[in-house]
Structure formats: C-alpha cells, structure tokens
C-alpha cells in the first residue's frame, strides 16, 4: 500500500481509503471481513458518515482491537431523528449524535472531524456565522478531533471553505463524469508527455480545476467520495461517456487529481475490496483512463448529462446539473442511498419547480431530454 501525505495536518493515509456507507447491506461477518482485509493490505482510513446507531455500533465493534492504526472521518451534523438519517446544524441534535458516534466507535476521539454535507453558500454562510463553527472549533481545541474536514459536493461551497481558514481537509466528489465539461478536443490529445489527463487543457470544469489547485497550494488535503459515481460509470448503459471504466481507473483518475490524498472506496463484500486494493498492483495500461474516454464513441454524450451547466441558467432556479447528478446516483443502484435522499430533501427549489418550458433543452449540446429527467426525478424522490 502507498501512502500520502493529507495535506498539511501530518497524516501519512493510504491512497486506498474504506468508505463504509455499504454496512447495512453487507451480508452477517461481511464488515468483519472486510476490515481484516484493509488491515492486512495497510488501509488506515476509514469514513463513517452514517448516523444510524446500528450501523455506527456495527463499525466499532469491526475496528475493535485495532482503532490505534485507523484514521478515522467522522461527521459532524450528521444525526439520527426519528428513525431516520437528517442532516442538522441544530446543536441540540448535533452535539449528542457526536457523541454517540465516539461512544459507539469505542474511542474518545477521532482523527478528523468533518463538517457534514455542505453543499449551499446559505448553508455554508450560516454555520460559519453561528454556534455550529464555535463547536466544531471547541473540539479541535480540546483534542476530541485532530483535524477539522469539510464535506462537500459543490467548488464553490469548497473554494469559500479553504479560504475561510477554517478547514484543514476535505473530502469532494471526484470522477471523470462529474469534472468533465463538453469535450474540445480528444482526451489523447489533452493527453500530457506522461500519458496524465491535463485537466488544465479545458476538458475539466474550471471550477473544479480551481478547487483542485487552491487546495493543494493551500495545502488542504483532499479525500475522495463517489469515485465511480455511484457505480455509473462502470456500466456501460450507464456510463455518460458510452464506454464503462474498471474499478483501477476511476481509482487513478481521482488519485491524479492536485492534493488529492486517499479515495474512500465504498465496497459491499471482499471480493469488491479485493477488487480495488488491486489498483496497487495494477499495471500502468490497466491504471489509464484516458485511453478508454478517447475511444468513447462520439455519441456517447448524446441523451446523457455530463453535468456541464451549459443549460443554465433556468428560469425556476433549478439546480439542473445537480439534480441530474443526483438523479443519476439514486437509479445507479436498486435503491435511493440515504445520502443521495437527503441531499435532494434539501435543496432549496428541486425538480417540482420545473415549468416545462424547455428553454434549458435548447441550449443543451447533447440533447438531454431535461424536462422529462425533471419529471422522473420528482416521481423518483415522492416515493
């Protein structure tokens, strides 16, 4: 296993993280398994977001014996009500659910304590002007979180946290189909001397080019989550690009990314961490995604959003790139991860406010029947 330095907090991670979200879907001893394998293979990072007890419980009892050697991403706003997982910034929610997540880690502290699921300027703006931040502060300052995280799907949200001083690491989403704008040119030919994706040659958003930079210039560490977007892009009928990536390239597109440090692989059963423990091993034609995306037929971009924003701005202020992401995730399996339900019950205008009036479609260059996605998405989360 290699490892990274995360930024400037002095944490050596391995670049292959364990995202832990599958626990409630794992067969009985699975967790247990799968744990004993990291730790032989030299996983040291593990990221627990859930807020449901169980599986909270389930976790430490896995790590047990061995908490020393894991550095641990636990979130903060991340809470259980009513029998249901809710993000809140109320205290009187936050403060007892972190609480419960030591006591069920079995530990009394945990490496970083990430600020839960931040994808809005409002939001953002909020918790950095009222007690949420003083709190989060004060667990820094007496030692029960070494490291203060942010967790966000948003460049902006992300830029506006690094520059407010107030992070030391973040964990973003990172995939090809989540950075990548219309293509102007081959990936071969964005292709660098050493074969590297240039993501400076006008293939990538800018404003996730920007975030990548102003992190590692800053020295703020990145994790990663949603490397295979959600398992969309290794499906073929998935796959906006028509082609389907293997596990070992979405792995090297995030870890190629600047300040990138470990990609927290969500995995459901050994064979799945084998599977991406095999990126270490694996051959640097294997590792290469640039190859597979250049042979993508032309029309794999056509009916499919790449999430490029070229059809904004929309007259009801629909977020439509990010609804189709998330649109996407929720389908992407057999059921609506928790996560991605949450983050839809918390925009602010979603796909109900759609007018139909199409203007979005015109200005779309492949043709994504987005008045139609907006229906699907608001019958998909009714339910």
Known sequence: MKYRALGNTGLEVSEIGFGAEWIGEMEPGELERIVARYEEAGVNIVDCWMADPALRSALGDALAGQRDRWIIQGHIGSTWQDGQYTR?????????????????????????????????MDDFDDLMSNGFIDYVRALRRDGTIGHVGFSTHSAVVGKAAVESGEIE??????NPAYDMMPAVSTIETLAGEKGEYDAVAGGVDPQRVELYELCEGRGIGLTVMKGC???????TTKSPFGVALSPAQCIHYALTRPAVASIMVGVKDVAQADEAL???????????????????????????CIYCGHCQPCFAHIDIAYINKLYDL??????????????????????????????????????????????ATRKLFAN
């Open 169 to 174: 690491m973040m964990m973003f989403s990172i």
């Open 330 to 375: 929720a389908t992407a399996g057999d059921t609506i991860p928790e996560s991605v339900r949450e983050h839809y019950n918390n925009l602010r205008v979603n796909a109900s406010a759609c007018i139909g009036c199409c203007v979005c479609q015109n200005r779309c260059p492949f043709g994504v029947k987005i008045a139609k996605r907006m229906v």
């Open 88 to 120: 809140s910034r109320d205290l009187a929610f936050v403060k007892p659910a972190f609480e419960d997540l030591l006591t069920r880690l079995r530990t009394d502290h945990i490496e970083l304590g990430m600020i839960h699921y931040v994808d809005e």
């Open 229 to 235: 977007a959600g398992g969309m892009l290794l499906d």
């Open 278 to 304: 095999h990126y270490e091993e694996a051959s640097p034609s294997e590792r290469r995604f640039e190859r597979v995306l250049s042979k993508a037929p032309l029309h794999s971009h056509k009916g499919h």
